[in-house]
T-cell receptor
C-alpha cells in the first residue's frame, strides 16, 4: 500500500552534534512534504516544508533534503540541543488525493547532555 | 495566543457515552482538519472543512462520528456511543494556503480515554 515511513524509530544524539532523520515515501505522485516535531502532550509543530520541485531547503538550524529518485526525505538538525528531543514525523501530500497529509510513524530523537 | 485551540485537553468517559470536542482554528485560516493519533503512531486523517463545507471524510470516520463547522469558524467533533477503541488523541489543525500548498498548524489535541 501507499505509505510514508521512517527508517529509525529512535535516534540518540549527543548535544551539539548534528542529527539526521530519514523518511521513505512510496508514492511518486507526492508533491509536497512537511516535517513536524511533536513533544510529549502536545500537537505536532510545523518545522519545515519542501515542494517536489526542490531538492533542498534550509531553515534555522534545519535542512530538508528530498531525493525523488529514491523517494527519500531527510531532516538534518544542526548542533542538536536538549530542546530538540521529541518525536519527528514526515508527512506527504498528493494533490490528486486531496489536500490531506499522510503521516509516517515517527522517529524519537533523544539528545544526551 | 493566536494558535489553534482545542477543548477539553483531556476527557475520560465510560463506554457508551457521547463526547464532544471543540476546535478553534487560527482566525484567518479557512480550512480545518481533524486527525486522530494513537500512542506511537502518526496522526491519521479523519475529515476536513473548507469554511463550513465538509469536503472529505476518511473511512476511519464511522457513523458514530460527526463533525460540524456551522459558521466556518470553530468546529466540533462528536463521538456517539463511545467504544474503548476510540481512545486516542484527537487533533485539530487549520491551514494556510500559500500558492496552492497548505501548511497545517495543529492544536494540542484532546486526549480521550474510554473506560
Amino acid at each position: 500500500g501507499e505509505s510514508v515511513g521512517l527508517h529509525l524509530p529512535t535516534l540518540s544524539v549527543q548535544e551539539g552534534d548534528n542529527s539526521i532523520i530519514n523518511c521513505a515515501y512510496s508514492n511518486s505522485a507526492s508533491d509536497y512534504f512537511i516535517w513536524y516535531k511533536q513533544e510529549s502532550g502536545k500537537g505536532p509543530q510545523f518545522i519545515i516544508d519542501i515542494r517536489s520541485n526542490m531538492d533542498k531547503r534550509q531553515g534555522q538550524r534545519v535542512t530538508v533534503l528530498l531525493n525523488k529518485t529514491v523517494k527519500h526525505l531527510s531532516l538534518q538538525i544542526a548542533a542538536t540541543q536538549p530542546g530538540d528531543s521529541a518525536v519527528y514525523f514526515c508527512a506527504e501530500r498528493r494533490e490528486a488525493a486531496g489536500n490531506k497529509l499522510t503521516f509516517g510513524g515517527g522517529t524519537r530523537v533523544l539528545v544526551k547532555p | 495566543d493566536t494558535g489553534v485551540s482545542q477543548d477539553p485537553r483531556h476527557k475520560i468517559t465510560k463506554r457508551g457515552q457521547n463526547v464532544t470536542f471543540r476546535c478553534d482554528p487560527i482566525s484567518e485560516h479557512n480550512r480545518l482538519y481533524w486527525y486522530r493519533q494513537t500512542l506511537g503512531q502518526g496522526p491519521e486523517f479523519l475529515t476536513y472543512f473548507q469554511n463550513e463545507a465538509q469536503l472529505e471524510k476518511s473511512r476511519l470516520l464511522s457513523d458514530r462520528f460527526s463533525a460540524e463547522r456551522p459558521k466556518g469558524s470553530f468546529s466540533t467533533l462528536e463521538i456517539q456511543r463511545t467504544e474503548q477503541g476510540d481512545s486516542a488523541m484527537y487533533l485539530c489543525a487549520s491551514s494556510l494556503n500559500e500558492g496552492g500548498y497548505e501548511k497545517l498548524f495543529f492544536g494540542s489535541g484532546t486526549q480521550l480515554s474510554v473506560l
